[in-house]
């Protein structure tokens, strides 16, 4: 680990770093007054989670290549950081990631939903992880904070075979786990999540009265969550955004200004593909590619996701803006330079995000090139959409999606969808099911703006949005009105 791996000069690896939790943490407390190697070897570990730990994210406590590794990172270290407050009475849960850390899986892989957080997973598709949930009570335990013990009891209900499931066998021991949290730490009681407005710009998790925020921006990640009702499944409504710095680093893929829609118990705008195996044609081909993605492609190219990690690390993005406010929420996303090595003539991409009045979403895409070219507006999901003209209608089994081309730049775009796992061996996704993709291709031109519109509702619910545009001066004005006659202004700059 100190001279080959050096994770003290290369901190950007998932998995050298847990031989600090898994092996030199306990090994050397084992053998400190026996192996006088060990001190320094204990020291360095030590050293390294007061100074290093985490590279994937800060303050916040976000993680930047995804639960799953959030999860797998938590798991290993949770164990050494007890082993070592026992021994030594060094506490490192005083640090604010650690401190704050719960909220990442809290509000970016919440209890309830499938298919609607980013980077690899090798329970994609399927609820979230137990151990997610054994991690998240232990930040309860060391902050009593009982939203996360609510995260906890809520998969923990769900999830009565974790053992039979190959991403835990051989992995976790649930039981002690359990026996070691309960010596530990204290129960704490659950507290369901509400959910109010407070400010976006500060680091907690909650608002004064203990209510979660309806927008969480991970600055140290550039992720934002927005929620409506998680204490609810049947009514909740999660969006999740990105635009990282990270890039297409390590697990993550090459989806800066990606977006998730989970809604009323189903997801709708998902994150595509299935867990085949890491280096598999699903993963390289398919899962870290855009094409996989909510986004954009440039003339069918899309941000770079290959195999140089010096690449993947300089095609990031950034989150520019959050605001939040009563029946607003809002974030500005730009990933031009995640689209430079594969489209250089490229001069801005920027995504814009409205959350409006817990209803419906408005996102408005601005593209500038240097010479004209086509744009493919992207979405993913898990069934076969009705097209029509300029909308396109998800339909599921307790929740369905309109989503409607509002305005384009350059005229009316042209809609198809197909169900194929392109540039994927078909032997590795046998007997799977089917994902249906839209490419929404627009004239070329040298620049774009597309505003869409994206109305969640249940199953057989009758909703509409409806909408008109004022095209004056250096802007298109377009207002929306809901059902409850609230009516909201967006405003798209012109292509010049």
Not at 444 to 450: C, G
């Amino acid at each position: 680990i100190m001279e080959r791996s050096k994770i003290h000069h290369v901190p950007y690896d998932s998995h050298a770093v847990r031989s600090l939790s898994s092996v030199l943490a306990p090994a050397c407390i084992a053998m400190l007054h026996e192996e006088v190697r060990a001190q320094a070897w204990l020291d360095y570990t030590l050293e390294y989670y007061a100074c290093l730990y985490s590279p994937w994210g800060g303050e916040d406590g976000g993680w930047a290549e995804g639960p799953l590794y959030w999860t797998t990172g938590m798991a290993f270290v949770i164990d050494a950081l007890n082993l070592i407050r026992n021994y030594v009475s060094i506490d490192f849960y005083k640090r604010p990631f650690f401190r704050r850390t719960g909220d990442f899986p809290l509000y970016c892989s919440s209890p309830d939903t499938i298919r609607a957080s980013f980077g690899d997973q090798s329970y994609l598709g399927e609820p979230v992880s137990l151990k997610t949930a054994f991690n998240i009570r232990q930040f309860a335990g060391i902050t009593g904070n009982g939203h996360y013990q609510w995260y906890f009891e809520q998969v923990a209900r769900a999830d009565t075979d974790p053992d039979t499931k190959f991403y835990n066998y051989g992995w976790w021991d649930f039981r002690f786990d359990d026996m070691l949290y309960r010596h530990d730490y204290p129960q704490v009681e659950a507290v369901p999540p509400s959910v109010a407005v407070p400010s976006v710009l500060d680091h907690t998790s909650e608002s004064k009265d203990g209510s979660l925020q309806a927008v969480k921006w991970f600055r140290d990640i550039d992720w934002v969550a927005m929620h409506h009702r998680m204490d609810d499944p049947d009514e909740h409504i999660m969006f999740l955004a990105k635009s990282s710095r990270y890039g297409s680093m390590s697990h993550s893929h090459g989806d800066q200004n990606g977006f998730l829609l989970h809604a009323y118990g189903e997801p709708l705008a998902i994150e595509s593909g299935y867990y085949i195996a890491f280096g598999s044609t699903m993963h390289m081909n398919w899962r870290r590619q855009t094409r996989s993605t909510n986004n954009i492609l440039i003339d069918g190219h899309g941000q770079y996701a290959g195999k140089d990690k010096v690449l993947c690390m300089e095609a990031g993005g950034k989150v520019e803006r959050v605001d939040a406010s009563p029946g607003y929420g809002y974030t500005r996303m730009n990933a031009t330079q995640a689209y430079r090595e594969n489209v250089p003539y490229l001069e801005r991409y920027v995504r814009e995000i409205y959350f409006f009045d817990e209803d419906y979403f408005v996102i408005v895409d601005t593209v500038d090139l240097v010479k004209p070219a086509s744009i493919e507006w992207l979405f993913h999901t898990l069934n076969r959409m009705k097209l029509s003209g300029q909308t396109f209608r998800v339909m599921g089994d307790k929740a369905e999606m309109e989503g409607r081309f509002v305005y384009s730049s350059s005229g009316d775009l042209s809609l198809h969808q197909h169900n194929q796992f392109t540039d994927v061996e078909p032997e590795e996704i046998e007997g799977l099911d089917n994902q249906w993709h839209l490419h929404a291709k627009t004239k070329s031109a040298q620049s774009h703006r597309i505003a869409t519109l994206l109305v969640p509702m249940k199953k057989d619910e009758s909703k509409y949005v409806s909408y008109f545009l004022d095209d004056q001066d250096h802007g298109v004005h377009i207002y929306f009105t809901n059902g409850d006659g609230k009516t909201r202004k967006v405003e798209v700059l012109k292509a010049y």
